[in-house]
């Protein structure tokens, strides 16, 4: 079994500067790690996967995460965030399998980003 | 093209009442997962479809929750004498194929059960 924690329930960021998502996972097998974005009233969005090779991953909308295996982390980042990344980030990690199917995302609680003018 | 939908968006039902959730995923899609997000929580997983076969069902909380895919496409969530602890946020997602592809979420469904 796996399990995701979100150390920051909300953090505050004025525009335009740097933020750091915090994610940590628990697991006894190998893992894919994902981060995921819901704004308010939509469905989920995928913003960055890592599942093999270069530990730093980009994403879609200026966001980057790197894998740190020896720390079990998957920390989300933006070098300048803006009014419009005010939305819930959610991290998941699947576990890695052999012989097809598909696994269920395990989840985080989420980390309410609220950008400050 | 079309993303996930999932019908209706808003339910609200008396405790016992019996409950069915759609979901519309994405043509061609294989595989569906189902996810309840309580208010203040991330997702959790409920159950996994491969093409109509339900592969996993190990996250539905109780005998009283029930999903299908009769045909490979459509899917339908059932909630059988609906209890407060099942108001939530009902998610559907569907990806291309099995293994790691990505997961596309659909709006969601929300049940207040009062």
């Known amino acids: 079994a796996q399990s995701v924690t979100q150390l920051d329930s909300q953090v505050p960021v004025f525009e335009e500067a740097p933020v750091e998502l915090r994610c940590n996972y628990s697991?006894?097998?190998?893992?894919?790690l994902f981060w995921y974005v819901q704004y308010p009233n939509q469905g989920l969005q995928l913003l960055l996967k890592?599942?093999?090779?270069?530990?730093l991953v980009k994403g879609i909308n200026g966001f980057e995460a790197e894998f740190n295996k020896s720390q079990t982390s998957f920390h989300l980042r933006k070098p300048s965030v803006h009014i419009s990344d005010t939305a819930e980030y959610f991290c998941?990690?699947?576990?890695?399998?052999?012989?097809?199917?598909?696994?269920?995302?395990?989840f985080g609680k989420g980390t309410h980003l609220i950008i400050q003018p | 093209g079309a993303g996930v939908s999932q019908s209706p968006r808003y339910k609200v039902a008396k405790r016992g009442q019996d409950v069915a959730l759609r979901c519309d995923p994405i043509?061609?899609?294989?595989?569906l997962f189902w996810y309840q997000q309580a208010l203040g929580q991330g997702p959790e997983f409920l159950t996994y479809?491969?093409?109509?076969?339900?592969?996993?069902k190990s996250g539905l909380p109780s005998d009283r929750f029930f999903a299908e895919r009769p045909e490979g496409s459509v899917s339908t969530l059932k909630i059988q004498r609906t209890q407060q602890e099942d108001s939530a946020v009902y998610l559907c997602?569907?990806?291309?194929?099995?293994?790691?592809?990505?997961?596309?979420f659909g709006p969601g469904t929300r049940l207040t059960v009062t």
């Open positions: 998941a990690v699947s576990a890695t399998s052999s012989g097809g199917g598909a696994d269920g995302l395990t």
């Open positions: 479809f491969q093409n109509e076969a339900q592969l996993d």
């Open positions: 697991s006894s097998v190998s893992v894919y």
């Open positions: 890592y599942l093999s090779g270069s530990t």
């Open positions: 043509s061609g899609h294989v595989s």
């Open positions: 997602a569907s990806s291309l194929g099995t293994g790691i592809y990505e997961q596309y």
